[in-house]
């Protein structure tokens, strides 16, 4: 009689793990799609164009710790339009320690610059342009396995000049841009 309990106690929490599991799965799906259509609203809303570049770098059965740089209220929006693979935000106090869990999930980190959603205005603010342009350009991924454990802290640095190489000059940028306004 015991081991038909353990084997009962086996298959159910088997069956437990596979429940839960597929309860998960379907939980992130319906997410995924919410967040979708929400980004896509928000975007048309907002009269914003995506012009994206480099869609090539992404791999669509790979997983990627992404990174960009913020301009306004409309970038995460913008970020799942331009992207189109499942994402999980962080704090930005956890930013430091992402190159550290990118080499430890073996994940590879997707730097993505993001332009010209500062120029947008919030809703029922001034009237937004018909057609306001943010350009997304995303970069090679880079893989924080390849950096020796010296380097780990360097790593930041290399993905922040990715991400800005792709800026205009600060000569090209407007007052407000430059201030933060």
């Not at 081991?3 to 086996?10: E, H, P, R, T």
């Not at 009237?127 to 390849?146: H, L, M, W």
Request: glycine fraction near 6%; include cysteine; proline fraction near 6%.
């Amino acid at each position: 009689m015991t081991n038909s309990l353990d084997i009962i106690a086996l298959e159910a929490g088997e069956t437990s793990r596979v429940a839960f599991s597929t309860i998960a799965e379907l939980a992130s799906a319906i997410c995924e799609e919410h967040l979708d259509s929400w980004s896509h609203r928000m975007l048309q809303e907002a009269g914003i164009h995506l012009e994206v570049t480099g869609r090539e770098h992404i791999r669509q059965n790979e997983n990627y710790i992404v990174m960009s740089n913020r301009q306004s209220r409309y970038d995460i929006p913008v970020l799942y339009q331009a992207l189109g693979i499942p994402m999980q935000m962080v704090e930005t106090k956890e930013i430091a320690g992402l190159p550290f869990k990118a080499r430890l999930s073996g994940k590879q980190i997707l730097p993505v610059t993001i332009d010209g959603t500062q120029q947008v205005p919030a809703r029922g603010q001034l009237p937004a342009s018909p057609e306001n342009t943010a350009r997304v350009t995303i970069s090679a991924p880079i893989d924080p396995a390849k950096c020796s454990s010296e380097r780990m802290d360097g790593l930041i640095t290399v993905v922040k000049d990715a991400i800005e190489r792709h800026l205009p000059a600060p000569s090209e940028l407007s007052t407000s841009e430059i201030s933060g306004v």
